[in-house]
């Protein structure tokens, strides 16, 4: 206990409850934890503050030192789970889940609505600074839960032009890449969903600004998303997001036609 003797959270001051109820009792630590399952360190540490309880801590130290609730009542609350997604792409989610429809430009990484479980789990593996295990399972689901956008009900208008790099970078292994080509070969088979290649032989290029997404709200609200280093931005208004619109459909036609583009992804899946 610090010097004050008063405790300075919740969980110093569940801790000092905890003791109270069992020293009433006329139990010891190492007899409480046999009790309720734990060890006496847990038990101890607890006690201390220097970590909430886990799990059925709570609940059956409660019954087991007669505290009628009041151990359940004083107990820290678990912190809110925090988001997967980064506070700044939140907004852009909340979009995408009801848009009408979606365009993407992408220029050096598969697209998070076309990756594959173990193309994504790459992804974060590479990131800098390093994720934790959890932190990346937990971004791994949370992109996967966005694919669900591809079989919505009704079917949204979705596209992507893609540089050849997005299909030759071997993220994770070659196998994995290869597993990634032959589901993106299968996403490009959709009705809805146009996905081309865009010519590294081409003289002219207007995406060399680099990738951005199109929405069209369930409102028919159009917006832009462009994500840069640690952050990223909307683009609502007049003439940036016409000229996006705009750059976007001569990528389409600068671009290999979907049914082209198709076959190179079978053929480079082949030769992997």
Same mark, same amino acid.
Not at 130 to 151: M, N, P, S, W
Not at 166 to 193: D, N, W
Not at 204 to 232: C, M, W
């Given at each position: !206990?610090?010097?004050?003797? $008063?405790?300075?959270?919740?969980?110093?001051?569940?801790?000092?409850?905890?003791?109270?109820?069992?020293?009433?009792?006329?139990?010891?630590?190492?007899?409480?934890?046999?009790?309720?399952?734990?060890?006496?360190?847990?038990?101890?540490?607890?006690?201390?503050?220097?970590?909430?309880?886990?799990?059925?801590?709570?609940?059956?130290?409660?019954?087991?030192?007669?505290?009628?609730?009041?151990?359940?009542?004083?107990?820290?609350?678990?912190?809110?789970?925090?988001?997967?997604?980064?506070?700044?792409?939140?907004?852009?989610?909340?979009?995408?889940?009801?848009?009408?429809?979606?365009?993407?430009?992408?220029?050096?990484? !598969?697209?998070?609505?076309?990756?594959?479980?173990?193309?994504?789990?790459?992804?974060?593996?590479?990131?800098?600074?390093?994720?934790?295990?959890?932190?990346?399972?937990?971004?791994?689901?949370?992109?996967?839960?966005?694919?669900?956008?591809?079989?919505?009900?009704?079917?949204?208008?979705?596209?992507?032009?893609?540089?050849?790099?997005?299909?030759?970078?071997?993220?994770?292994?070659?196998?994995?890449?290869?597993?990634?080509?032959?589901?993106?070969?299968?996403?490009?088979?959709?009705?809805?969903?146009?996905?081309?290649? !865009?010519?590294?032989?081409?003289?002219?290029?207007?995406?060399?600004?680099?990738?951005?997404?199109?929405?069209?709200?369930?409102?028919?609200? $159009?917006?832009?998303?462009?994500?840069? $280093?640690?952050?990223?931005?909307?683009?609502?208004?007049?003439?940036?997001?016409?000229?996006?619109?705009?750059?976007?459909?001569?990528?389409?036609?600068?671009?290999?036609?979907?049914?082209?583009?198709?076959?190179?992804?079978?053929?480079?899946?082949?030769?992997?």
């Amino acid at each position: !206990m610090h010097s004050s003797d $008063q405790p300075e959270s919740t969980a110093e001051m569940f801790g000092l409850l905890l003791r109270h109820f069992r020293e009433r009792a006329g139990l010891s630590q190492e007899q409480l934890g046999k009790r309720i399952g734990y060890s006496k360190s847990q038990v101890a540490m607890v006690e201390r503050g220097a970590r909430p309880p886990k799990g059925a801590f709570v609940q059956q130290a409660d019954e087991v030192l007669g505290a009628q609730g009041a151990l359940i009542v004083a107990a820290p609350k678990p912190p809110k789970k925090r988001s997967p997604l980064p506070g700044w792409f939140t907004g852009f989610a909340e979009e995408e889940r009801g848009a009408h429809a979606r365009h993407e430009y992408e220029t050096h990484v !598969m697209p998070g609505l076309l990756q594959t479980e173990a193309y994504a789990r790459a992804v974060f593996a590479s990131a800098h600074p390093t994720y934790d295990d959890d932190e990346i399972e937990e971004k791994v689901a949370a992109r996967l839960a966005r694919q669900t956008l591809l079989g919505r009900r009704p079917l949204p208008d979705i596209s992507f032009v893609l540089e050849l790099s997005t299909l030759t970078r071997p993220i994770g292994s070659r196998r994995i890449l290869k597993a990634q080509l032959h589901h993106l070969a299968e996403v490009a088979r959709l009705r809805h969903v146009r996905i081309q290649l !865009m010519s590294p032989d081409r003289e002219d290029h207007a995406g060399l600004n680099g990738p951005f997404v199109l929405l069209e709200t369930a409102e028919r609200k $159009q917006l832009a998303y462009i994500e840069g $280093q640690g952050g990223s931005f909307f683009i609502t208004e007049q003439p940036d997001l016409g000229d996006l619109f705009g750059r976007y459909s001569v990528l389409r036609a600068q671009a290999y036609t979907p049914e082209r583009t198709l076959e190179t992804i079978e053929k480079m899946a082949e030769e992997l």
